[in-house]
């Protein structure tokens, strides 16, 4: 063979044979989750909170930033969420201990010991006055009150210090928050955990409460999105 034919053999075999893999130009995998979800509240910050089904009771917590055009992850951890699993939000009824899905802001924080050093997110510390109104009834229905209001009912509600280990630190999370349907639900949170799984709310352990409180800053709007992995209540659907 001609020298200049074995070279361009040689060339010919470099251009036809397949890319290794991660060579440039291959698909890099999927996305990060908040790329693929249909709204991720519209600030730079988000908590995803994913189950694998509707029946699930563990899963995990994720919170990420948004940085020069895409998300990244800050933390995971492992996640609880309600007794009887997760449903859609807009058609959950209270007292069924079920975790709403949806996308969801985060009102403010509170908890029964002090904020962390670098809280930003408004906190209310947790006195022996404070109530979370779950009564129907109530005007206060799924509101923080202090003291507990006449028309709410003490055993409609949440005593807050009542719950040294699971309230130590939570995040409200506004489900049903800013025009209350009564019977939806009340006193969704993201909190630590307790012996097991929760009434609704969604929880993860206490040195991860302390880092997601450090990390939100409301300036960056951040948001929480709960959901399954697929079906009707996937969290990519949020």
Not at 35 to 54: H, K, N, P, V
Request: proline letters at 8%; aromatic letters at 8%; one cysteine or more.
């Amino acid at each position: 063979m001609r020298p200049g034919a074995a070279l361009l053999a040689s060339v010919s075999l470099f251009v036809l044979a397949p890319s290794a893999p991660g060579a440039a130009g291959d698909a890099e995998g999927p996305p990060p989750l908040p790329e693929r979800m249909a709204d991720t509240g519209g600030g730079s910050q988000l908590i995803t909170a994913q189950a694998s089904r509707t029946s699930s009771t563990t899963g995990t917590v994720t919170w990420w930033n948004r940085r020069d055009g895409r998300w990244v992850k800050a933390g995971s951890v492992p996640a609880r969420f309600g007794a009887k699993g997760l449903v859609e939000g807009d058609s959950r009824k209270q007292g069924t201990d079920t975790t709403p899905t949806g996308l969801y802001d985060l009102p403010y924080a509170f908890g029964i010991k002090p904020a962390p050093e670098g809280t930003r997110a408004e906190y209310r510390p947790v006195k022996q006055d404070s109530w979370w109104c779950q009564d129907t009834a109530s005007r206060s229905y799924n509101r923080w009150t202090e003291p507990r209001p006449a028309d709410c009912r003490a055993a409609e509600s949440e005593h807050l210090i009542t719950y040294p280990t699971q309230y130590a630190y939570a995040l409200v999370v506004g489900f049903n928050y800013e025009r209350p349907v009564r019977g939806r639900g009340a006193g969704i949170f993201l909190h630590v955990n307790g012996s097991g799984a929760t009434a609704g709310c969604v929880s993860v352990s206490h040195d991860a409460m302390r880092r997601i409180l450090t990390w939100a800053d409301p300036a960056r709007s951040p948001h929480i999105a709960i959901g399954t992995d697929d079906g009707p209540t996937s969290i990519v659907r949020y």
